[in-house]
């Protein structure tokens, strides 16, 4: 075979190759695609749930904050102040909504399931379980920023910080 016979087997193997590999990323599911999307915050409803100018109501992904007081319950120990955290954070604001390929995309009641971030990169959820403001909660298994979230539990909890002051149910 001669070296012009060569050179042409190898580009067409090239082109080849590309082509094949082309149509396998295609492939890929779109779930394993963490998607993004901008919203403006207009109220923090508690801790852990968000309501959207456009009327979407948001349940940050990762968290379980106290709930606030409704229906003639009175509000868990910290829920406010879980509240009175997010609101300083993201009330009024523009953020950055991010889903969880792991994840389904709403819950039972119907709430987008999102990671929250400030436009400076600040994660709503992460930064209310290093206050003590929220716990780590995944429903529907492990979220894909479950390490860092139990990484800052951990600390929150040994700090004694947030809602690690709270006494346990019928203490």
């Known amino acids: 075979m001669t070296a012009r016979a060569r050179l042409a087997v190898v580009a067409a193997t090239a082109v080849a190759a590309t082509g094949v ?3 396998w990323t295609s492939q890929e ?4 695609t963490t998607e993004s999307q901008d919203a403006v915050v207009e109220r923090v409803v508690d801790g852990d749930t968000l309501l959207l100018a456009d009327g979407e109501r948001v349940r940050v992904l990762g968290i379980d904050a106290p709930e606030a007081a409704r229906d003639g319950r009175p509000a868990e120990c910290g829920a406010d102040e879980a509240t009175a955290a997010a609101r300083r954070l993201v009330e009024g604001r523009p953020v950055r909504l991010r889903s969880d390929p792991g994840q389904a995309d709403r819950d039972d009641f119907d709430r987008l399931l999102r990671y929250v971030e ?6 709503l959820g992460l930064n209310l379980v290093t206050e003590g403001h ?3 909660f995944a429903p529907r298994g492990d979220v894909a920023r479950q390490s860092s979230l139990e990484r800052a539990e951990a600390q929150a909890r040994d700090r004694g910080v947030g ?3 709270c006494s346990p149910p019928g203490a």
């Open 21 to 23: 590999l082309t149509w």
């Open 29 to 32: 599911p779109q779930s394993a």
């Open 118 to 123: 400030t436009p400076d990169g600040t994660d």
């Open 134 to 136: 929220a716990r780590v």
């Open 163 to 165: 809602t690690w002051t």
